[in-house]
């Protein structure tokens, strides 16, 4: 049985992405061969973590960068497979590139979640964002062409990415865990809740467009925002409509509480702003697993035959209409029609197959 690495590299401590890899390596406790390791800053850390290896951060960058990768450098002569989460404008990303395609047969495949290009665009402002765009082109480019393969959580990105013949690629999508679902209540009001969650909101979530719809359409329902809101939002009017709950950052058990009133979940409403019209969203999943269905104007991953995936534009009324009549569908029945469809340990299993099933040229 082939032995897999999955390594990723964060700055600072980002939940939605350490929750994934949690998962993942505790779904893939019975395939003993797979090994999953988030690198994170020492001083970024929280409390102890299944995944979370903690270093040493350097004042110089570069420094620390070289440190990451001499660290997941001594695995590849014991791996068969190694997955790597592909970073943006990591030119020391390149060197490690070329040295593990030199000195190890160990093949390197990369992890791809987002557009990198786009998300430099909207990270700088001009004209900076224009030439770092360029550099993150290129940098993409080099690595595209020195790994032996991409594994993409969408098929847009799958599309986006496969430039080189050489190349394998595969699908695997963002799953969540069965015994990770909420409880599950009757919902008592007859005013639909609906919920909106974000670590923060950031342009792609799309909540300008949302609070927008609400400022011109005056109609009965709850909307409960999860996450932290920038300044640049129109808070007067987040306080000021007794519509709108503002509940911040919340721990998982509260979260869980909140789920618990609502029928409906709101995915991000703005992707094209990313230059994507495809995503895998792990929030995506918490909310069908907490028994919500989901609204979201672009095509997830893995949920195209869901039926509690809600496609649509943005339209205040017809969201309203969505969650009414989730008031008459029990969350019992979302959980289980799509549990099969978003269980970690069974996305893993089918990643492990084909990875086991390729021959690397």
């Known amino acids: 049985m082939i032995k897999i690495s999955h390594f990723t590299y964060l700055r600072t401590s980002v939940s939605g992405i350490q929750a994934q890899l949690k998962y993942e390596a505790i779904a893939t406790r019975t395939l003993c061969y797979w090994y999953t390791r988030c690198f994170i800053p020492l001083q970024s850390r929280q409390s102890k973590d ?65 557009d990198s290009s786009a998300e430099v665009l909207l990270q700088y402002s001009k004209p900076l964002s224009l030439l770092l765009y360029s550099c993150e082109q290129l940098l993409m480019h080099l690595s595209l062409r020195l790994t032996k393969g991409i594994v993409c959580a969408t098929l847009e990105l799958s599309r986006r990415y496969k430039i080189f013949k050489h190349q394998e690629t595969y699908i ?23 919920v909106f969650t974000a670590s923060s909101f950031e342009p792609w979530q799309g909540l300008d467009l ?17 996450g932290n809101i920038p300044s640049k939002y129109d808070k007067e009017f987040i306080k000021g409509d007794p519509r709108i709950i503002h509940h911040g950052h919340l721990p998982p058990d509260q979260i869980a509480s909140v789920y618990a009133q609502c029928t409906i979940g709101i995915a991000s409403l703005a992707l094209h702003r990313q230059g994507l019209s495809e ?43 969505y969650a009414t009549k989730y008031l008459r569908i029990s969350k019992g029945q979302v959980l289980s029609d799509s549990l099969p469809l978003i269980d970690k340990a069974q ?6 197959r084909e990875l086991s099933a390729t021959t690397y040229q």
């Open 347 to 352: 996305l893993c299993s089918s990643l492990h």
């Open 210 to 226: 949302l609070l927008a719809e609400l400022k011109i359409v005056d109609i009965p329902l709850r909307l409960h925002l999860i």
């Open 50 to 114: 299944l995944v979370c290896a903690f270093f040493r951060e350097y004042t110089n960058i570069l420094s620390t960068e070289f440190s990451y990768y001499f660290s997941i450098s001594k695995s590849l002569h014991d791996r068969h497979i190694v997955l790597l989460r592909y970073r943006p404008l990591c030119f020391v990303q390149i060197l490690f590139l070329c040295y593990a395609r030199l000195a190890y047969s160990s093949p390197v495949l990369l992890v791809l979640h987002a």
């Open 279 to 321: 995503a895998c969203s792990l929030k995506v999943r918490d909310y069908l697993c907490a028994g919500l269905a989901v609204f979201g104007n672009y095509n997830e991953t893995g949920l195209e035959n869901c039926p509690h995936y809600i496609y649509s534009p943005l339209d205040i009324r017809l969201l309203h209409s």
């Open 172 to 194: 695997y999508p963002n799953g969540i865990l069965p015994k990770n679902a909420y409880h599950h209540y009757v919902h008592q009001s007859k005013t639909p809740d609906i």
